[in-house]
């Protein structure tokens, strides 16, 4: 499964490894803005993208608009410290998948793995 995590930051980005199922087998990418995730995503190293929704250069909401528009096949689980309603509903509308809250734990990545049938 090749999985790309997209998040400015570095701490954030190691959370979400770790919680990653050793038994997922996976091949992880990683990205700090929206355009590096879509030039990841389009270079083929993308079947499911873990999203932060706040980054410079392109945020997370954007970058889900963008996938949209290209009606891409990747998965998206949003995973963000914006908790509000209105901000799950947005990003399930552009078409994400799930939406875990930071700080992302085991258990809350099995869950939304679970959730979307990866596992």
Do not use: C, W
Not at 30 to 52: C, K, M, P, R, S
Not at 60 to 65: A, K, M, S, Y
Not at 73 to 93: E, F, L, T
């Amino acid at each position: 499964m090749k999985i790309l995590i997209v998040d400015d930051s570095a701490m954030s980005r190691k959370l979400v490894l770790k919680a990653l199922p050793a038994e997922l087998q996976a091949v992880v990418t990683q990205a700090t803005n929206g355009e590096e995730a879509l030039a990841a995503y389009h270079a083929g190293h993308a079947e499911v993208i873990f999203l932060d929704l706040t980054m410079p250069v392109m945020d997370g909401f954007r970058t889900l608009e963008q996938l949209k528009r290209e009606d891409a096949n990747a998965v998206v689980i949003v995973i963000s410290a914006d908790i509000q309603p209105q901000a799950q509903q947005r990003v399930r509308d552009l078409g994400a998948a799930a939406f875990v809250k930071k700080p992302i734990t085991p258990e809350a990545m099995q869950a939304a793995l679970y959730e979307v049938g990866l596992i």
